[in-house]
């Protein structure tokens, strides 16, 4: 008679090595110098936290009308709320803030549009990069419609950071395809104008370049003819942070295999059709993560603006530091302006992280 | 060619010519544009009555500057100033090229670390530093940790060494004459143990027998200068800083422009460096180092010999432009008034001369060769330890 084989079921692991405790000896306490790091990051934790919460929170002042108020030893919050405005809006008239704000809100009810499914996407990308700049600009500068006039070297704070970066950002990346594909041609005039701007503008800093826009470029216009500062040191912007967005989107079209080139050259696509429909599709994709640390390069250095007399968020942060009524406020400010940017750049990055997940088709190297 | 022209295309649909056209039409359009600027250039410069050239550097620049390696004083030329704001631009660059890879390695492996807490601890050093501008940094530096120290009458004192608002003073080492000898001794160290380091290869291929030169050429170097430096009757005195009742004088001062960029710096590069760093680890797959202790190899070897070699070539290339960048970056000190070349060049010497093309060129051209002399000379490390395919 045959005996059936039954195996008893499989012990459950020991109770060390399973759970929390498991999970902490193999995390904390697994070596000496395991132990020896534990306790050293947990000394670490001991100075910094601590101080940092009773500084920013406990023993902080909220409101006041001069740094006299704050007697808690703590931070002096009041000090950003006193010059919450002009933080935001540089020193753009008061009764004007409503321009901005519409400004602002337009813009983003425009991109949540794109969440609605029944739009046309080409549409709207049409009015957000065409017909919104056109008015974004007149409610800003004003001048028509009765709108008051609001000379450029009003604008500060963070609207002019944000619009710094945006209109960097909107410019910058079409222009470097354009100088990407340029230094992929096989047109050696072309290829070589393409190269030697993309290297020159990498090979110097960003300070040059404004230097540049802000002193030398009035030197090569004609009498007569001169610009805006705020236009120069955005053409300035853009132009440089274009150079390394052409060098991130050459790494993309080298990733793209030559069997799609010459595919989309057998269906008779033109050279503008078969980079518009194939090739860049594919590309743009692959470097998403470069384009967008490109993106938040560039909303970095906007703070550099403020080395060529021009007041952004930081600018405005430290020229308030130095109000009499406030001496002594440095860390709040730029704890505050710090916050902001990290915000913003560390946004950038999660949402660039969840772009990414959602376009990829699994043509990747895993 | 003229295959292509036996087809009956119009001369516009004809590919080559299209581009021979179109690159004409962009040539002539970059020399015409290229023209007319330097046509206004020479109108505007003759309007306003500035002279063009380098004449300027050699008048007398008439301003301080606060940290010179070389001889400087106010009557120096110009072309003495940019000399000095060239070696504070080299020097910030070197030791915080330095400096952040050092954070770089060590924040990288601290975020791959088994232990939790420090993976943690390293993950909020890099997004934090990551994601706020140096700008900003520099000037939390500067202005709210450096300035917030005591007066120098309540310096805090460790030592021979005061932290006080006005910088860091530690004892200043005097060579005397007989110095040159322990730097001829520690020459031939290096000569020592480089010819030990060959050798031990050598035999190591010949033989398979291993011998621990790394170590000894270590040890060779150390001890070898001491010898020559205690032989040679010791021919360095400090000259130490003295605190007097308002103010600490002699030693050797890091002034806190100069801490500042270089702790800005290097801290924010450093948090680049690390994601570099775990990213070239992790791209080594596990399976090498399994098949490492296969092989019976230690831990040590095999992340000498296996993972670093493979990590190094995902690594250097990003770290290239990472060094770029932070030679880029320390311009950014003229915000804080270190000075370095931007703020001596396109700052003082541009407000005082009214040079701006010679000066905005000058700094260019510096900066364009400090930053092909980097990636020149690390171009040639990556293709040193580039995979050698056959």
Request: net charge neutral.
């Amino acid at each position: 008679m045959a005996i059936e084989f039954k195996p008893s079921p499989s012990l459950p692991p020991p109770s060390n090595a399973v759970g929390a405790v498991a999970w902490i000896r193999k995390n904390f306490f697994s070596s000496p110098l395991n132990i020896f790091l534990t306790i050293f990051s947990l000394y670490i934790l001991y100075l910094l936290v601590p101080p940092t919460i009773e500084w920013a929170f406990i023993d902080a002042t909220w409101t006041g009308e001069n740094k006299d108020a704050c007697t808690a030893g703590g931070a002096c919050w009041a000090f950003i709320v006193a010059y919450f405005d002009q933080f935001m809006y540089g020193l753009y008239p008061q009764s004007e803030y409503w321009r901005i704000n519409l400004a602002a809100i337009m813009l983003a009810v425009l991109i949540g549009m794109f969440a609605i499914k029944s739009i046309n996407k080409l549409f709207l990308s049409i009015v957000i990069l065409v017909i919104y700049p056109v008015v974004a600009y007149f409610l800003f500068a004003g001048g028509i419609f009765g709108l008051e006039v609001v000379e450029t070297s009003l604008w500060g704070g963070l609207f002019l950071t944000t619009l710094l970066g945006v209109v960097g950002i909107v410019a910058s990346l079409p222009l470097g395809v354009v100088l990407a594909l340029g230094r992929r041609s096989n047109m050696p005039i072309v290829k070589s104008v393409c190269v030697v701007f993309i290297e020159t503008v990498r090979a110097v800093p960003l300070i040059t370049i404004l230097f540049m826009a802000s002193v030398m470029i009035p030197l090569f216009l004609p009498d007569g003819l001169n610009f805006n500062k705020l236009l120069r040191v955005l053409i300035g912007i853009t132009l440089f942070s274009a150079a390394y967005m052409a060098e991130v989107i050459r790494g993309g079209l080298q990733a793209i295999p030559k069997g799609q080139y010459e595919a989309a050259d057998a269906m008779g696509l033109t050279y503008w059709q078969s980079m518009l429909l194939v090739i860049l599709p594919q590309a743009l994709k692959l470097v998403i993560p470069g384009i967008v640390n490109t993106f938040i390069g560039l909303f970095k250095d906007t703070t550099l603006v403020y080395i060529v007399g021009m007041f952004d968020l930081l600018g405005r942060i430290q020229s308030a530091t130095h109000d009499g009524d406030w001496l002594g406020t440095t860390t709040e400010g730029y704890a505050f302006a710090g916050l902001i940017y990290w915000a913003i750049c560390f946004g950038m990055s999660r949402y660039s992280m969840a772009v990414e997940r959602k376009l990829d088709t699994g043509h990747k190297r895993n | 060619m003229s295959e292509k022209t036996t087809t009956n295309t119009s001369f516009f649909n004809d590919a080559g010519n299209r581009a021979l056209l179109f690159q004409v039409v962009l040539l002539t359009a970059v020399v015409a544009i290229g023209y007319y600027l330097f046509h206004n250039l020479q109108a505007n410069l003759q309007d306003q009555g500035i002279s063009t050239g380098f004449a300027f550097l050699n008048e007398p620049a008439g301003f301080p500057i606060l940290i010179h390696l070389i001889e400087y004083t106010e009557a120096g030329t110009y072309g003495r100033a940019f000399l000095v704001a060239l070696i504070n631009t080299m020097l910030i660059s070197f030791i915080g090229i330095a400096l952040a890879t050092i954070i770089g390695v060590v924040m990288g492996l601290a975020r791959l670390s088994q232990n939790w807490l420090v993976a943690k601890l390293a993950t909020v050093y890099i997004e934090t530093l990551r994601n706020i501008p140096l700008l900003l940094q520099m000037f939390f530096w500067y202005f709210a940790v450096l300035a917030a120290l005591p007066h120098p009458r309540d310096s805090i004192i460790f030592g021979d060494f005061f932290l006080n608002k006005r910088g860091i003073y530690s004892p200043n080492p005097i060579f005397e004459d007989g110095f040159g000898v322990v730097i001829f001794g520690f020459l031939a160290c290096v000569v020592a143990a480089i010819a030990l380091i060959v050798w031990a290869k050598k035999r190591q291929t010949r033989t398979g027998e291993w011998f621990p030169a790394y170590w000894t050429s270590f040890a060779i170097i150390i001890f070898g200068t001491i010898i020559c430096y205690l032989l040679a009757g010791s021919p360095v005195t400090f000259d130490l800083p003295e605190a007097s009742r308002f103010n600490v004088k002699g030693g050797m001062v890091l002034v806190p422009e100069f801490v500042a960029v270089l702790v800005a710096l290097s801290t924010y590069t450093g948090a680049f460096i690390a994601e570099i760093v775990r990213a070239g680890i992790l791209s080594v797959s596990w399976g090498q180092t399994e098949a490492a202790r296969s092989l019976g190899m230690r831990d040590s070897i095999t992340q000498r010999l296996i993972v670093l070699p493979q990590a190094l070539r995902v690594i250097i290339p990003p770290l290239t432009s990472q060094y770029l960048n932070l030679a880029k970056n320390s311009s950014l000190g003229a915000a804080i008034a270190y000075p370095e070349l931007v703020a001596v060049v396109m700052g003082t010497t541009l407000n005082q001369t009214g040079q701006a093309i010679e000066t905005i060129g000058l700094c260019m051209l510096v900066y364009g060769s400090l930053s092909l002399s980097i990636s020149f000379f690390m171009n040639w490390y990556n293709k040193k330890m580039s995979l050698v395919e056959r």
